[in-house]
């Protein structure tokens, strides 16, 4: 099956990686060129614009940082909706808010096409490894004919009904980890300012009731400082911002997602969006008497 590739971030690049490896045919893109070379040592072929690569292939997969990234790629000179028809089908895997995503699909849908958003849970590792969680919703036709792709690049996919739905789950799930992940910071500091050893707190929160592979795995580098980028921290805050705003629109009290916001936005304020989202760990460690 050919697919095309838009955006070759952290996941992009994990994943149509993948894609090549498990025999499909995919003709990639990035804003930035260049990144395109590593993918083509793996038999990809290019695209020189977003529209180029719909107008080759019958399916076309987005993984971008952003709403604004992905409205661009769509709507902009050379974008997708250039070359979009009856008989292709556009898949947006990037997280974004419903709004994006009904903009886009209505977009792609009055020209024809068929539209699906399909936003992903799991991070760099489980792209690289086939091992996603990915939220679909939209056109059911193309859900299906997107199962081989998916099969590779997830171990689960669940079809959630209409455009937005996907958006919303995933918004969900990033607004409970992104708590998780502050407070969890804040336990890390509270052990070692009180005296114990923060090492044992891992092994003791590894054995009841809230393990979880998010502390067994970024525990003992965030203990380090070691903050490599897995999940980037600009889009955490991104999505505590897109989460909070759906709070907003369903008037529901998000008092514990606010204040994660707000350690997010304090860590990006200091310089610290590119690394992983664990590197919220620094500001909360910086709070003294
Ligand atoms: N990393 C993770 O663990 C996970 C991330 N996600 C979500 O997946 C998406 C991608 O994440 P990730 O790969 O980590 O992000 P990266 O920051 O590594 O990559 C972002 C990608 O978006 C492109 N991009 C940014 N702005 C624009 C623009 N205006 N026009 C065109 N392309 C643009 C970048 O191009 P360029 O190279 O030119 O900058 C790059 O290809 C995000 O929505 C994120 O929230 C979902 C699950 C896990
Ligand atoms: O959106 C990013 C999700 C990262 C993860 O699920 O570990």
Redesign the pocket.
Known sequence: MEVGF?????????MSMNLLKNGFKVTVW????S?CNELVEFGASIGETPAQVVKKCRLTIA????P???L??VF?KDGVLEQIDSGKGYID????DPETSSKISQAITSKGGAFLEA??????Q??ETGQ?VILAAGDKGLYEESIPAFDVLGKKSFFLGQVGNGAKM?LVV?MIMGSMMNAFSEGLVLSERSGLNPHDLLDILDLGGIANPMFRGKGPAMLKSNHS????L???Q??MRLALALGDENAVSMPVAAAANESFKKARSMGLG?LDFSAVHEILKMTKD
């Not at 838009?6 to 994990?14: C, F, N, T």
């Not at 990035?30 to 060129?33: D, E, G, I, V």
């Open positions: 838009l955006g070759l971030g952290i996941m992009g690049k994990a990035n804003r930035t060129l990144k993984m971008l940082s952003d604004a990234a992905a661009s790629v902009d895997m990037s997280t974004v936003p992903v849970s799991g991070s760099k489980p792209a996603l995933k990033n980028p897995a999940f980037p600009k889009h955490q991104k999505d590119d």
